[in-house]
């Protein structure tokens, strides 16, 4: 059993081999030797926080973690931990001479909490400094971190108080009633609001499926009646560039069946002149948990992505759209 041991304010947490070849693992996948390296420190860290925890009998999940993805690592400084039921850690190396921590601005937000984590790596320990629960500028001073012990007590009040805020959420079953939240629009009102922007938005010819998964049988998709009616609606997600080139439309559409479950299209495309969708987006559908339920990445000739998911009213999903470490994540309630 790994110990885990407490020095004054701060816990000392050993690394694992396992955790270390991990990390060579993904830091051999970088060509270059500066990325290489910040992959590999940003995996320890991660490593000790998810080591602290699961010592204190939280559930961690490494494998849905952006930090244990090999292209959001390249793409990305990011050293996330997710918390099934909670959300994500950001783990955030402190050199030995360092008083601040540094917040890169693509895991500025979408965080509960940010941990500052010290690694001496000739002794392979880390060092759990404290953690900060508000991000206002690029840098926190260590001084105003919260010990690392009243994390635990910090994550029970979080999912409390963040439990009523799902009421909050857009609830796609209004639609039908129509009820649509605001930023959502018909795709005729969005050309009338922006008579400049041009939709590359082809018909929706879709077979759905039951259940949370794509429709992989050709029998299957044969049963089912392709979608020719329902509720769309379409919103504008800019990635975080100035050109068009990187502006997409989310284009989400619904359908009661005689069940009384709703089915929803869930649609990525590009807009303006562009043929396709950027290169190197990744789209992921993610559960109440926050864990990946569906994935994909567009190449360089992708018109568009589609996934197909049904469920009943009161059930919970996330979209999030990467790019060039641009994130945007936006959750609903069916």
Not at 62 to 73: H, I
Not at 135 to 141: L, N
Request: proline share 5%; glycine share 4%.
């Amino acid at each position: 059993m790994i110990e885990v041991m407490m020095e004054s304010e701060l816990f000392k947490i050993p690394l694992t081999l396992s955790a270390r070849i991990r990390a060579e693992e993904f830091s051999r996948q970088q060509s270059n030797s500066r990325k290489a390296k910040q992959v590999y420190q940003n995996t320890l860290t991660v490593a000790a926080v998810n080591t602290y925890l699961q010592c204190l009998g939280w559930v961690t999940s490494l494998e849905n973690s952006d930090s244990w993805y090999p292209l959001m690592q390249t793409l990305l400084d990011i050293a996330d931990l997710e918390l099934p039921g909670y959300g994500k850690l950001e783990c955030r190396l402190i050199q030995a001479e360092e008083r601040v921590m540094v917040i890169p601005e693509e895991v500025s937000s979408d965080r509960i909490a940010y941990i500052a984590v010290n690694i001496e790596q000739s002794r392979n320990l880390a060092y759990l400094l404290g953690f900060a629960t508000e991000v206002s500028s690029s840098t926190i001073p260590l001084s105003r971190l919260k010990p690392i012990t009243e994390l635990p007590e910090y994550l029970e009040q979080y999912e409390q108080n963040s439990a009523p805020q799902k009421q909050l959420l857009p609830k796609l079953s209004d639609w039908l009633s129509g009820v649509v939240e605001a930023g959502w629009n018909t795709l005729d009102s969005l050309r009338e609001t922006q008579p400049d922007m041009v939709f590359r938005i082809p018909p929706s010819k879709v077979h759905f499926c039951t259940g949370i998964i794509p429709v992989t049988s050709a029998s299957e998709e044969e049963s089912r009646e392709t979608l020719t009616a329902g509720v769309s609606r379409v919103k504008l997600w800019d990635l975080g560039q100035r050109d068009n080139y990187r502006k997409i439309a989310l284009v989400i559409t619904l359908l009661v069946t005689e069940n009384e479950e709703i089915e929803i299209s869930i649609k990525v495309c590009p807009t303006n002149e562009n043929a396709y969708l950027p290169e190197g987006l990744v789209i992921k559908i993610l559960d109440e948990a926050q864990q990946p339920i569906l994935q994909a990445q567009t190449k360089t000739t992708n018109e568009n992505i589609e996934f197909f998911l049904s469920g009943e009213a009161g059930e919970f999903f996330s979209i999030q759209a990467a790019l060039n470490g641009v994130i945007k994540r936006e959750s609903f309630m069916i």
